[in-house]
């Protein structure tokens, strides 16, 4: 491993020990810490393997969503936002009545009044 990268990796190590990192940045360490780790494991002229994602759940189901295609996802998502109304419920509600005001026609004054 060139010694720059090593120093790069190092780095993002020691800013995710700060007490004050964000949450991109102890994940950046977490995965500089798992590239080290590859590297220290690899013997000399190896290719680096790089350390397992880690497998919990929500990093299984974002893995899963990431491949999915997105009409699968949309129908999925429709599914359940149905599954949480009530059968009972309209599925639309009806149509008002149009408004229909009568027309009335109104005589015309004869010349005799005028």
Known sequence: MPAEQSDALLEAVKRAL????????RAAGAQACRTLLA??????????????????????AARQLAAAPPGAVLDAVIARLQALVPDDTPAAAPAPAPLRIPFVPIPKPT???Q
Not at 18 to 25: D, G, I, K, Q, Y
Not at 41 to 58: D, F, K, Q, R, Y
């Open 18 to 25: 700060e007490p004050e990192a964000t949450t991109e940045s």
């Open 39 to 60: 590297a220290l494991g690899a013997g000399e002229g190896e290719p680096l393997v790089a350390a397992p994602l880690p497998s919990t759940p929500v990093a299984t």
């Open 111 to 113: 010349g005799e009044n």
